[in-house]
C-alpha cells in the first residue's frame, strides 16, 4: 500500500498490503531453516564457547516451542516473538558480533565499558530468559488442563472416605 493509497483510503489496496504481508509470514520450514543457519554459524571453532552454547539453547528452546506456538494464540505477541527470535532477533545479534575482527570484539570496550562479546552475551541471555519464559507459557496451558481434569475426575470418582464395598458371596 502507497503513500497515496493511504491517504485515499482506498480499501483494495489496504486488503491487498495484508494479503502481501501474511505472504512475508515465515513459514515452519523458513523457521528450521533460520535455526539450523544460526547452528551453523556459532559451529565455527573461531566463535567463542560461551557464544556457542548460548546460542545452541536458544535455538533448541525455539525449537521445542515452536510445536506449541498454538498453544500461546497465533498472532499474540509471545508466539510473534519465538518467529522473530527464530528469524531475526538470535541471527542478527550472532551475525553482527561476527561481522567485527575477533581481536577488536572481544577487546574493546564498546558501551558501558562492555566489549562486542560481552553485549553480546547479555543479548543472548536476554533472548534465552524470554523463550525460557515463552516455553513456560505454552506448557503451562497443557498442565493447566491436566491440573483441572484432575480435580474433575476426584470430584467425580474420589471418595477419601467412602466406604469400602464388601462384597461376600451368599
Known sequence: MGFWDWLGGRPEAAEASAEDELAKAPTAADISASLTSVENLVADPAVPAVVRARARQITATVRNTLPRIDLLGLGSYDAYSVVATAT????????GYLRLPRDWADSRP?????????????????????????????????????????????????????????????
Open 88 to 95: 531475526d532477533y538470535l541471527p542478527e545479534a550472532i551475525g
Open 110 to 170: 564498546l558501551e558501558g565499558g562492555k566489549t562486542a562479546l560481552l553485549l553480546l552475551i547479555d543479548q543472548l541471555d536476554l533472548l534465552a530468559s524470554t523463550m525460557d519464559q515463552i516455553y513456560n507459557a505454552a506448557n503451562t496451558t497443557d498442565a493447566a488442563a491436566l491440573i483441572t481434569h484432575g480435580r474433575f475426575l476426584q470430584e467425580k470418582f474420589g471418595h477419601a472416605h467412602a466406604p469400602e464395598l464388601n462384597v461376600s458371596p451368599e
